[in-house]
């Protein structure tokens, strides 16, 4: 370790970036740090959740049925006040909230950009004190500038992304971003209150050999998927399998893991959720590109996630994510069932 190392902040980084591209404004990088700061305030609630009234329930339901927890709302709110506030955002969408909301100031009506995020993800861990998170994707407007915001900016296929990526509240917090220049993670540094980069040009290795998946619901999948999850528990020395199952049950912590160290992650369809359960356009759709610029896949099963044309905002897609061995594999599988079948 060098305690010397010079650190190289977030809104540093984002300046650099920016004067690489003469034509560039900035105001994406200034987007980025508004959401780090968003984040910065949520951070310092989940961190002294315990001792505040911020776990537990809210005692309201989404307009997807699901129960909302207080941090889900503080985050939600805190993200749209900062978003709100800066002068880069004309709108933003979130799970949170049934439909997009337009800021109605002229500021806003000029900004060429609109951020969708899951304001607090792994939602059931946040009462144990296991990994949270924040996803967020950024696309520039299909909407006349000068005007509010409109439903086609936020119903945009994830190959249209200018960012996305994500916050990981874990045993430290991270902010983990991509641009098609490709994918670094910035380590918030306490004593400054700033995120600093710690992993620059992430890439997901090729071959990897963790499954990640809620295998307590493997008797509603269909037979390619339970022949997948044979083939990961069966041994075979010359693969190295079986391979190691792991699953948090926060899409943002298992898709951290299956990042750094490979793997696959999986929310596929099951008998009773033919679309799966998770979100395209702010769960599948940010970490697919960020996935991808990082050197690995995703997949719906069929189709590259993001190529997915959108047509409701709440709209949710099986996924497969990760090492280019393991989602090949696993697409196989699912391939060949369908055949049969
Ligand atoms: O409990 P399950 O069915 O395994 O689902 C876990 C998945 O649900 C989620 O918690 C859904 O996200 P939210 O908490 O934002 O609703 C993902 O983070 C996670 O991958
Ligand atoms: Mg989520
Ligand atoms: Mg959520």
Do not use: W
């Not at 508004?34 to 959740?49: F, P």
């Not at 899951?118 to 946040?126: A, E, K, R, V, Y």
């Not at 998770?278 to 993001?306: K, W």
Request: glycine fraction near 8%; aromatic fraction near 8%; hydrophobic fraction near 35%.
């Amino acid at each position: 370790m060098n305690p010397q190392r010079k650190l190289i902040t977030l809104d540093e980084f984002t300046i650099q970036e920016t004067r690489r591209f003469p034509q560039a404004t900035g105001e994406l990088s200034a987007l980025l740090r508004d959401i780090s700061l968003a984040s910065k305030m949520i951070n310092k609630q989940v961190n002294k959740a315990g001792l505040v009234d911020i776990l537990g329930k809210h005692g309201a339901t989404n307009v997807q049925g699901e129960e909302q927890m207080k941090l889900d709302i503080y985050a939600n709110e805190t993200l749209i006040n900062v978003l709100k506030n800066s002068s880069e955002c004309a709108g933003i969408a979130s799970e949170e909230n049934d439909d997009h909301v337009c800021f109605e100031d002229t500021f806003s009506f000029n900004s060429k950009y609109v951020v969708l995020f899951d304001p607090l993800d792994g939602s059931s861990n946040i009462d144990v004190n296991a990994p949270i998170g924040t996803i967020f994707a950024i696309y520039r407007r299909v909407s006349e500038l000068g005007k509010p915001c409109t439903k086609e900016d936020f119903l945009q296929p994830g190959n249209r992304l200018m960012a996305a990526g994500y916050v990981i509240y874990g045993s430290s917090t991270m902010m983990v971003y991509a641009t098609k220049l490709g994918v670094n993670g910035f380590t918030l540094e306490p004593s400054i209150g700033e995120f600093c980069l710690s992993h620059p040009n992430m890439k997901c290795p090729e071959v990897g050999k963790i499954y990640s998946i809620n295998q307590g619901n493997t008797e509603k999948y269909d037979d390619g998927m339970k022949s997948f999850l044979n083939h990961c528990m069966e041994s075979n020395k010359e693969e190295g399998r079986p391979y190691s199952h792991r699953y948090i049950g926060s899409m943002v912590a298992d898709m951290h893991r299956t990042l750094i160290k490979g793997g696959i992650f999986m929310y596929p369809a099951d008998k009773s959720n033919k679309n799966g359960k998770l979100r395209l356009q702010y769960e599948c759709n940010p970490m697919a590109f960020l996935m991808e610029a990082a050197g690995g896949l995703a997949s719906t099963g069929h189709v590259d996630i993001l190529d997915v044309q959108p047509t409701e905002l709440h709209q949710r897609e099986p996924i497969f994510i990760g090492s280019k061995n393991l989602v090949t594999k696993a697409l196989s599988y699912v391939a060949a069932s369908e055949t049969v079948a």
